[in-house]
């Protein structure tokens, strides 16, 4: 019988322990790195059977954490590490492992420095864990800053051109981010007079001075995640230079975690103060919407394509987290976990693509034709991935996207316009890859998945498609 | 009943790739056949024994959010859901007997899953089953085409009217608060954003029903097979179109908009439509103007409120497909000949599919006629009129008029097959022995088709076949291209550049650096030299104390 105390600490714990069991390793043979891998690979799938009894461990439609887990850490300040969950979280956790399952798949043939990779990766989830399991500032502050190190790390060693600039800028934006969170948490931790839950953090109540300085420090280091403009220059640069899909995918996430920051920190009653600034938010929201929609739409770079879509997908989660209204974040949770699975598996596609096109030294138009498997898939996850009835994405959009309209009929459609023009985006990219009169003699080389990739990826689209139906159906009797 | 046929559907349709196989896909797309040929028989008999069976599942339940699904087996559905089936089982068997389709299983696969999701959109009664069924009959029309070209336009389009449908759906939950249909009576009263609303929603279906100046989208399937042409056109997306529109009348009164809007796109669509119905030489194109038109009338009829769908729609599908069929039958008779030019003088051959051609006017009359009420009569007459005026042209062109056809058509000259008319004879006498009652006028209009048949006074037009600027160039397609894509794009250009580029790149990261890089540079200055930084840093402490007593007072 699993002891349920434990267990959040303990999907915290299984990527770390396959980190370390890697980072002993050795990489000089090839099947080391065969094993590396292996292992890799086994602990995140083991992580996602252990998030999946958490699921039935939890009442789902319960709302504060649950299974608090609490340790002490330090008596004089009397500070403790709390973990806790909640559907949101465990949701996102559970998407973030299917999505490095993913990736994992997109790296399995990488040869150059697997070891680092899958190291620094599985630290990284952990990290990422962490954060989502975290219950109180003290926990939510170190995990949020925590997985920056092995993220920095990925992109200086797989970063690919311009890196060195790119680590400084990405380097610039969190540390600055750090510093105000880190000062907003100490704050708030003498102002309380001790580590302050996160679950009664939206209900707090600041005196109007130290209100602005508080939410305004948390915020800004929230939005520095966010490809919120100037913030998505930094975002956009990194994406866009990244080939390997499993870095892609990490780099993806890191706005997930300002986006869940705001769920938790955003107060439930806003002050009128800040409500101001919120609306200010909102406009740059859109703006920062329609201007990465535009540049998406006729850039021809495959990477900006995706992050324009990313982008896109990530701003309107934002707006729908500013509406304050509970069913909206809900929806948001089921939402996030297709999004993610969409954006990892159409990366690792597009990055396979993008292999094979390397390796035949030919363009890749129209180059879906030579592999009707993988065809068959992409344009299943595009359909999915622009918000048709194939997966959670379509439901709870069209929640998200209701609540946003009743509250600014204009925001609403300048949203809309957005989804729109980056659906597109898509669908140009798709129509370009499938365009047979443009398919060179030489793709039609291009080697499809193997069985047990198209057996995966049908999986993935079976998992998308139950997520339409009902968002949380792996989960027994909710 | 509906239910299971349903279920039987679509999971018929998902299980197909994985038992689809080169080897064997005849077997398969039989054995899908005569399944789905034992499904309609089920379900004929069901709505023959008056089967009535209210079936409503809760989908979701969270929070205040209640979604239903409703697949009730009520008559009003049976109606609406026959004529969709038959067109499906008619085009399946030509699918699976014909010699056009490379793999019939996947076609029948893609009618499977297209006739589920109709059965979803017909049966709804809330607006997310109503979206999703939307947009399932978008996505399986997506399949269903097999041309790249055709099939991205089909898509951006169905994008834009998904999109409009699904931000009208959201405006309507997030001011009532409500899903159901019934309850839209109360947006009328209290609506909010009344006119974008009723706009939206017309712009939305006149999309997905391919009305003037969206019709590009419907033309440019002249690339797939005539058949899969068929069932885009009549049980597919455009019907959807419709659907939606009425299942959501009463948004239309919510805008003093609504009504002046479908009326002037249906009367532009049935002009364009004759007009270019008649010039146009690529008998596929001919086919999808005529159903324009036909669009066009309903579209007109749900604008006098004077159509019930449930009743009427069901016969002008049936109509409709008969009519596409008649110019299908010559296309397959001509050993798959495009061009009504070069054809000619086939009645010698064809007299059999010349007479069901006839019939199939004549009971489309019928329907026409059957329901004209002096509301109604210009639209109807006007309807007639061009129906007379078009079927006489091409029929004059394809039986009558000068042999233009060439020796290899000519010899293989020959009525079509059994899997073509045999379903269509069953449609046409269905029609035939309907409760509609048959009028003399019927008479006059069949007299008139064959009078103009005889002398085909636009006979003259045929010469404009030769003028590729009219055959071929896609004018509509260069106006969007123009006017909605270079905009965007010239504007997204200018925003990358001056917004990412110049602003962010070159002013304010360059900023950045350079500021950091005096910094750098001023303190190694002031840590190189002691005289000089001496001086420097007491004048700044001068200056400091300056700036410290002035601001004290």
């Excluded at chain 1, 996602?48 to 958490?54: A, H, S």
């Excluded at chain 2, 440019?220 to 069932?231: H, I, K």
């Excluded at chain 2, 006098?304 to 296309?331: C, K, P, W």
């Amino acid at each position: 019988m699993l002891n349920t105390f434990s267990i959040l600490s303990l999907i915290i714990a299984i990527p770390f322990m396959g980190m370390l069991f890697a980072l002993t390793a050795r990489e000089d043979e090839n099947a080391s790195t065969r094993n590396i891998y292996n292992v890799s690979l086994f602990a995140v799938i083991a992580n996602i059977v252990m998030i999946w009894r958490i699921f039935m461990l939890i009442d789902v439609y319960k709302p504060g954490f649950q299974l608090i887990e609490t340790f002490n850490w330090m008596d004089a300040p009397d500070i403790n590490i709390t973990f806790g969950v909640d559907v949101f979280s465990l949701l996102m956790i559970l998407a973030i492992h299917i999505a490095f399952v993913i990736g994992f798949l997109g790296v399995r043939n990488n040869l150059v420095r697997q070891k680092s990779l899958m190291v620094l990766s599985l630290l990284f989830l952990s990290m990422v864990t962490g954060f989502f399991v975290a219950a109180d500032i003290f926990s939510f502050y170190i995990f949020f800053e925590g997985m920056l190190l092995p993220l920095f790390m990925l992109m200086g060693m797989f970063g690919e051109i311009r890196r060195q600039g790119l680590i400084h800028r990405f380097l610039l934006y969190n540390m600055l981010g750090a510093v105000l969170f880190f000062v907003a948490t100490v704050f708030l931790f003498n102002y309380q007079g001790g580590a302050v839950k996160l679950d009664s953090l939206r209900q707090i109540e600041l005196n109007s001075t130290v209100e602005y300085f508080i939410w305004g420090a948390i915020f800004v280091s929230l939005l520095s995640r966010i490809p919120v403009w100037p913030f998505h220059y930094w975002i956009s640069s990194i994406n866009s230079h990244i080939k390997n899909p499993l870095i892609f995918i990490i780099s993806s996430i890191i706005p997930l975690t300002g986006i869940y920051g705001f769920v938790r920190f955003l107060p439930k009653h806003l002050p009128d103060d800040l409500a101001v600034y919120v609306m200010i938010l909102q406009i740059v929201c859109v703006v920062t919407m329609l201007f990465i929609a535009l540049i998406g739409f006729i850039n021809k770079d495959r990477q900006y394509k995706m992050f324009a879509y990313i982008t896109i997908y990530y701003i309107m989660y934002l707006l729908g987290v500013l509406t304050r209204v509970d069913v909206v974040l809900l929806n948001i949770a089921f939402s996030f976990f297709s999004y993610l699975i969409i954006v990892s598996a159409l990366e690792v596609i597009a990055s396979y693509l993008y292999k094979q096109q390397e390796s035949l030294g030919v363009s890749d138009d129209g180059i879906l034709c030579a592999v009707p498997g993988i065809s068959f898939v992409y344009s299943f996850l595009v359909l999915a991935g622009i918000g048709m009835p194939l997966s959670s994405l379509f439901l709870n959009n069209f929640l998200i996207l209701s609540n946003l309209l009743a509250e600014n009929i204009k925001m609403g459609m300048i949203v809309v316009c957005s989804l729109v023009l980056v659906s597109a985006t898509l669908l140009q990219e798709l129509f370009r890859l499938k365009d047979r009169s443009r398919l060179c003699p030489a793709a039609t080389a291009a080697l499809d998945l193997d069985k047990a990739g198209l057996a995966f990826m049908a999986f993935v689209c079976f998992v998308l498609i139950m997520s339409f139906v009902k968002p949380l159906w792996f989960v027994l009797g909710a | 009943m509906i239910i299971s046929i349903f279920l039987i559907l679509l999971a018929s349709g998902f299980l197909l790739p994985l038992v689809s196989c080169r080897s064997g896909g005849k077997a398969v797309s039989f054995a899908l056949l005569l399944v789905l040929l034992a499904l309609f028989g089920w379900f004929c008999g069901c709505w023959a024994d008056g089967a009535n069976e209210p079936f409503v599942i809760h989908w979701l339940r969270y929070k205040d959010l209640y979604v239903d699904v409703n697949l009730s087996s009520v008559p009003e559905n049976y109606r609406l859901i026959f004529p969709v089936f038959a067109v499906s089982v008619s085009a399946a068997l030509i699918a699976v007997f014909g010699s056009e389709e490379n793999s019939g299983s996947r076609l029948v696969g893609s009618i499977f899953l297209n006739l589920a999701a109709l059965m979803l959109l017909i049966c709804s009664d809330n607006l997310i089953q109503l979206a999703v069924s939307s947009a399932m009959a978008g996505v399986t029309g997506f399949y269903l085409i097999n041309d790249l070209e055709a099939r991205s336009r089909y898509s951006y389009y169905n994008l834009l009217a998904d999109m409009g449908l699904f931000t009208v759906f959201a405006v309507i939950y997030g001011h009532l608060g409500n899903l159901d249909l019934s309850e839209l009576g109360r947006f009328e009263q209290d609506g909010a954003h009344r006119d974008l609303v009723a706009v939206l929603l017309l712009l939305s279906v006149f999309l997905k029903s391919g009305l003037f100046p969206f019709h590009n989208q419907l033309v440019g399937l002249s690339a797939v097979s005539f058949n899969r042409l068929n069932v885009i056109s009549w049980v597919s997306t455009p019907l959807s179109g419709v659907i939606i529109l009425s299942k959501t009348l009463p948004l239309l009164s919510v805008s003093e908009y609504s009504v002046p809007m479908l009326q002037i796109f249906a009367v532009l669509t049935m002009v364009w439509a004759f007009g270019a119905g008649l010039i146009i030489d690529n008998i596929k194109e001919r086919a999808v103007y005529f159903n324009l038109m036909i669009y066009a009338y309903i579209y007109a009829l749900v604008s006098l409120n004077d159509f019930d769908v449930g009743f009427r729609l069901a016969y002008f599908v049936l109509a409709g497909y008969l009519l596409s069929a008649v110019f299908y039958m010559v296309f397959v008779a001509s050993s798959n000949e495009l061009f009504v030019s070069k054809m000619g003088n086939f009645f010698r051959s064809l007299k059999f599919t010349f007479l069901l051609s006839l019939a199939a006017f004549v009971l489309f009359f019928r329907i026409v006629l059957s329901g004209m009420e002096p509301l109604n009569q210009p639209w109807s007459m006007a309807l007639l009129t061009f129906a007379v005026m078009f079927g006489a042209h091409f029929l004059h062109q394809a039986y009558w008029g000068a042999p233009n056809a060439d020796e290899r058509v000519a010899a293989l000259l020959k009525n079509p097959s059994w899997y073509v008319w045999l379903p269509l004879l069953a449609i046409m006498l269905l029609l035939a022995v309907s409760e509609n009652g048959w009028h003399l006028s019927v008479a006059y209009a069949g007299a008139a088709l064959l009078l103009f048949t005889f002398a085909d006074p636009f006979c003259r037009l045929e010469r404009l076949a030769e003028y590729e600027a009219l055959q071929d160039e896609d004018y509509f397609e260069k106006v969007f291209e123009l006017l909605l894509l270079t905009p965007i794009r010239i504007f997204g250009r200018i925003l990358w550049l001056l917004v990412d580029f110049i602003l962010i790149e070159r002013t304010i990261i360059n900023s950045l650096n350079d500021g950091t890089a005096f910094l750098v540079k001023t303190a190694s200055k002031l840590n190189a030299s002691a005289v000089w930084s001496g001086v420097v840093l007491s004048l700044a402490g001068l200056v400091a104390m300056v700036v410290y007593f002035y601001v004290r007072g």
